[in-house]
């Protein structure tokens, strides 16, 4: 058996040594200034888009926006539907320590916060910074949408180009309830009023972990250490409030806290079940699409917290060892035009805000956004201000491992 | 050619299980050129055994897993024993028969949406009897216990065991033991426990240590309705092994290395079970007791098996009725509005997903009925049928837990460069379809009488010949029965999809799990439903075909299989 295994491991590492001495050396990165050339080399590419898969709205949106990419520049845009997206992070990670810097397995990857701090320290982006060079860059809110040029306290510099904007919502049927809590005070006493029915989905998904983050930016005793990485000596005094507040919920949450759901469509089928009477999401349009859906009732109506939420932008970027690095700029460049934007921001479709400046778009662009002020299950803009700024992502790494600490294993 | 076969076979059975087991032992150990690693440490195993709750998901493996296999023995056992020989029974294998094709993330996620507290059970009772406007905040699916997950495993296993029962009967001699029994006057059941079960038991071990080996490390059902705050050890691994943090690989290694050890732990446990229920049993023989009168029992093991089928019948109908729902609020039994937007506006990719099942499964089903008939056809020639050692050759890939020896192929893969695709899944599929397709073949087929391929011979014709000519015409209906088998266990498939089709091989079983932890019921609907209609596709060829080809040769509608 130990011979064999030695066998065995000459020839894996054989073939490993092969695969590396046979590597070119990074594939080219394209010249964005150029555009035109970049659309040449762009037809007739495969781009691997890995992205998360949970929302079939969103899906539908990406199978849209294949089907435009394929008739105007002949892209094959495939949509790798991933659970985590983390699993993309660590699969480019794998490839470069494995030396694989060309004809990597992920071409355009959905990202931000934490996941593009990790790609950014570990060198897993293209650069230098494209995405300020697009043709539809010049469409960017980066005035009042300050999250399009700051990930997470930090700076993209052009490393991935912004495609649309997250606010944490609450929701509520205002059939059954009539008065939501809007303060987090307020939410303890609304559940411990209706024990059983109210819930958030187990960190590490997203919005479970923005759910921390919004009781971490409310409580923080001192919010400034929030914008610089963890250091030990502030982090203690830092999460106590945050757990201790949640200790005060877990008595009375879904199933006494014994289970969670596993992600915010979970969540949100409790919602609509019944089995909670308050969702959380973070896409302020979730509820009007969903009500589009025949998923949720057409009383239930989002909000926001007293003194605001956390908002942030989500991105797309393009790995270092991606062969279709053209493919993936003209892909970047189609989801921030007005087009892609405007239907993509659609209720009906899937309600995602755009990171455009509607305002300055060229007025024939402007009519494609429909106005969201007449739909009851939509928020303006000034209802869902203030937003506020996320935490360094150091802080979501320690609010995960925190939380699996206390109630990983009940 | 076929004097290679069962080479080829023995290679495709056992290769992958070495290889498997090298691509996990190494890491476990903290050895992985791809990651830099190539020293040997002992910390992955360290860090392993720091990581919360872990012996309460070995503990739950272990429990769910025997639990669940217990309690398929005992239903089976006890209808078997009630009822084989009646009609009755003749019935209900029918009725169960189709079960075995429904993989089983799809009777997961049936049972998910039949029992949880917002499901159909509670729906058709409320408000009326229940008084509730509002699901009850109970704790069922996804419960600590993990009864949900057991409940699901049984109504999945009973098919699969009482089928394997049904093939090894006749070699029991059963009938006439069970009337010697009767004329010395013990009742229907305890003849058949006292004199039939020994015997029939020693031919269905290695089917039962295959059902632990399963359940013990299940990840598909495990998710779908496991505890969750810990996860059964299956799942942790699949969540170290997709961890961003590569670091956790080596801890999911050693996490598979300890998933061996377990179901390893449950198989020892069933046999020291297996001594305790034999002495007992003996013990029973010699009081001399008759059991006359078993009518109740013989009515619960009726009833139980019974419950088998409808439990995961009914959870399909559930999900077939979503998948055409419009507004379907709690506690509506039934959706206010019908339409097919789901069907329509997710046909495309569904049709997609459902290609793409479709040719994983006719791939690794072709391979594995091409390795079996080799291997058959050169012991028909060789006139000699191989021993028992060679039988249970076909179960290791059952033995050992899917994900361990998945998890070693994709390191490997991963170090050898191979790229995931639908042909590198098909492969896989192929190590778990072959031993189906050779179980539900070789029985059969070492039943033809040997006489016509004599008079074959006889006649002049070649070993080639009698082949094509005589046995593989008269084996025709078993040759693709067993197709059938084969393609249904690669629909089923989940975690050789997941982890060596690396998220860009998706099938609709993969699609439908995944989905699962959504919230959208309509869509998990519609692929539990095409999970489903694979399969049976797979059986109506099977049947239709040799009732076309031999529409006019009555003798062979005789020789069914």
């Known amino acids: 058996m130990v011979t064999f295994l030695k066998i065995l491991l000459a020839k894996a590492l054989l073939a490993l040594a092969f695969a590396v001495s046979i590597l070119p050396a990074a594939s080219e990165v394209p010249n964005v200034a150029d555009w035109e050339n970049v659309e040449k080399a762009a037809e007739g590419q495969t781009v691997y888009f890995h992205a998360w898969g949970g929302e079939p709205r969103i899906n539908a949106y990406i199978r849209w926006a294949a089907a435009e990419l394929k008739a105007r520049y002949g892209i094959e845009l495939v949509h790798v539907k991933v659970d985590d997206i983390a699993q993309s992070v660590s699969q480019v990670l794998a490839e470069k320590i494995a030396g694989r810097n060309r004809a990597g397995e992920v071409d355009l990857i959905w990202i931000n916060g934490e996941n593009f701090a990790a790609m950014r320290e570990n060198n897993l982006l293209m650069r230098p910074g ?237 009519t494609l956004f429909a106005d969201a002020d007449e739909n009851p299950a939509m928020l303006s803009a000034s209802e869902l201000a203030p937003t506020l700024s996320e935490p360094h992502p150091s802080w979501t790494e320690e609010l995960e491992r925190a939380w699996l600490e206390h109630y990983g294993t009940n | 050619m076929v004097r290679f076969a069962p080479t080829l076979t023995i290679a495709v059975l056992i290769g992958p299980v070495i290889a498997g087991l090298a691509g996990i032992a190494l890491p476990a150990f903290g050895y992985l050129p791809a990651l830099g690693r190539t020293s040997f440490s002992l910390s992955p195993i360290a860090d392993l055994l720091a990581m919360p709750g872990l012996w309460r998901s070995v503990r739950l493996s272990l429990w769910t897993g025997l639990a669940s296999t217990a309690i398929t023995c005992a239903v089976t056992f006890l209808f078997l024993a009630g009822w084989s020989q009646t009609r009755a029974f003749h019935w209900m294998r029918r009725l169960l028969s189709p079960l075995l094709s429904v993989p089983h993330a799809a009777a997961a996620l049936g049972l998910a949406f039949l029992i949880s507290p917002s499901g159909w059970l ?90 632990i080996a399963f359940s013990t490390s299940t990840v598909d059902v495990a998710l779908v309705l496991g505890p969750t705050l810990p996860a059964p050890l299956a799942v942790r691994v699949v969540d170290w092994m997709n961890d961003p943090d590569l670091g956790r690989r080596f801890i999911a290694s050693a996490g598979a290395l300890l998933q061996i050890t377990v179901t390893g732990t449950a198989l020892l446990a069933w046999l020291g079970l297996e001594k305790i229920v034999g002495l007992i049993g003996r013990h029973a023989i010699s009081s001399g007791k008759r059991y006359r009168r078993d009518g109740v029992t013989r009515l619960a093991g009726a009833s139980l098996a019974l419950l088998c089928v409808v439990v995961i019948a009914a959870g399909l109908a559930g999900l077939a009725v979503w998948s055409v729902a419009g507004f379907w609020r709690f506690p509506d039994a039934l959706p206010a509005t019908f339409s097919l937007d789901t069907w329509k506006s997710n046909w495309a990719e569904a049709a997609t997903l459902f290609r793409t099942t479709l040719a994983i499964g006719a791939i690794a089903t072709l391979l594995a009925v091409f390795l079996t008939l080799g291997c058959l056809e050169n012991e028909s020639r060789r006139g000699r049928a191989p021993g028992k050692g060679t039988l249970s050759l076909v179960f ?108 860009r091989v998706v099938t609709v079983t993969t699609e439908a799990v995944a989905l699962s932890a959504g919230g959208n019921r309509r869509l998990v609907g519609l692929f539990a439903v095409l999970q489903m209609v694979l399969p049976l596709i797979g059986f109506t060829i099977a049947l239709l075909v040799p009732a076309v080809l031999f529409r006019n040769r009555s003798a062979f509608r005789l020789a069914r299989p």
């Open chain 1, 130 to 366: 494209w995405a300020d060079k697009l043709p539809n860059w010049r469409y960017v809110d980066t005035e009042d949408k300050p999250t399009t040029t700051v990930d997470f306290t930090i700076p993209t510099k052009g490393l991935e180009s912004p495609w649309g904007m997250a606010q944490l919502v609450f929701l509520y049927d205002s059939a059954q309830v009539e008065d939501p809590p809007r303060t987090l005070d307020a939410l303890v006493d609304f559940v411990a009023a209706n024990p059983g029915r109210f819930t958030y989905p187990q960190p590490p998904d997203f919005l479970g972990n923005t759910f921390l983050k919004q009781l971490l930016v409310t409580l923080a005793p001192d919010p400034e250490v929030l914008s610089r990485p963890v250091s030990d000596d502030v982090l203690d005094e830092t999460l106590t409030p945050v757990f201790d507040y949640l200790e005060r919920l877990r008595p009375n949450l879904w199933r006494r806290g014994q289970t969670y759901p596993r992600n915010v469509a979970e969540n949100r089928r409790l919602f609509a079940d019944s089995e909670v009477e308050i969702a959380m999401t973070f896409n302020p349009a979730d509820a009007s699409a969903a009500i589009e859906n025949k998923e949720l009732p057409d009383t239930v109506r989002p909000y926001v917290l007293d003194g605001g939420t956390i908002g942030n932008s989500h991105f797309v970027a393009i790995p270092f060892n991606s062969d279709a690095k053209p493919g993936a700029l003209v892909t970047a460049n189609f989801l921030l035009s007005p087009e892609a934007q405007a239907i993509k921001a659609d209720p009906r479709i899937w309600g995602d805000p755009t990171v455009l400046n509607v305002a300055e778009l060229p007025v024939i662009d402007q």
């Open chain 2, 122 to 211: 509670v729906r058709l009772v409320s408000p009326w009897a229940t008084g509730l406007d509002r699901p009850p905040d109970l704790l069922i699916v996804h419960d600590p216990a993990g009864i949900a997950m057991i409940t699901a495993l049984v109504a999945k296993e009973v098919p699969f065991l009482l089928l394997m029962a049904l093939a090894a009967l006749p070699q029991t001699d059963a009938t006439r033991l069970s009337h010697v029994a009767e004329s010395f006057g013990y009742g229907r059941m305890a003849g058949f426990a006292y004199a039939v079960l020994p015997r029939l038991y020693s031919q269905l071990r290695l089917p039962i240590f295959a059902i």
């Open chain 2, 396 to 503: 290791v890939p059952l033995m050992m837990p899917q994900v361990s020896m998945l998890f070693g192929l994709q390191i490997l893969f991963l170090t050898v460069g191979l790229p995931p695709t639908v042909t590198t899944v098909a492969l896989a599929h192929l190590v778990f379809v072959l031993p189906y397709v050779f179980l539900a073949l070789a029985d059969s087929w070492r039943a033809l009488d040997p006489r016509y391929a004599m008079v074959a011979a006889a006649l002049g014709a070649g070993p080639e010949r009698t082949f094509r000519r005589v046995r593989l015409p008269m084996m025709l209906p078993a040759v693709l029965t067993a197709a059938a088998v084969g393609f249904a266990v690669s629909v089923g498939q989940y975690l050789p999809t997941l982890v060596l089709g690396a998220g």
